[in-house]
Nanobody
Framework: QVQLVESGGGLVQAGGSLSLSCAAS????????MGWFRQAPGKEREFVGR????????YYRDSVKGRFSISRDNAKNTLYLQMSSLKPEDTAVYYC???????????WGQGTQVTVSS
């Protein structure tokens, strides 16, 4: 089992920046990669980006490339999402998730709200 706890959400004006954290505990040695997802009101949850735990390689959805950056601190078992040049359409509940290498994300955090005002 892996437990994930997000923090750092809040309200920010368009063009501003915000950082999210996701602290992992439990069987963290089994983590293959971790991802960020988001779900806006009335919309389906969507993939934002992910980082491979072992080598730090990242991948992002097109709409956040150049604005969002995912990093991790292996020693602290913590995942980060640095968001800049935020837009109102980035407003959503953001979730972190962990994959053990099965091809799916088996573990999810509780989510943190990010609201970008225009």
């Amino acid at each position: 089992q892996v437990q994930l706890v997000e923090s750092g959400g809040g309200l920010v004006q368009a063009g501003g920046s915000l950082s999210l954290s996701c602290a992992a505990s439990g069987r963290t040695f089994s983590i293959y990669d971790m991802g960020w997802f988001r779900q806006a009101p009335g919309k389906e949850r969507e993939f934002v980006g992910r980082i491979r735990w072992i080598d730090g390689s990242t991948y992002y959805r097109d709409s956040v490339k150049g604005r969002f950056s995912i990093s991790r601190d292996n020693a602290k078992n913590t995942l980060y999402l640095q968001m800049s040049s935020l837009k109102p359409e980035d407003t959503a509940v953001y979730y972190c998730a962990a994959s053990m290498g099965s091809g799916t994300y088996e573990y999810w955090g509780q989510g943190t709200q990010v609201t970008v005002s225009s």
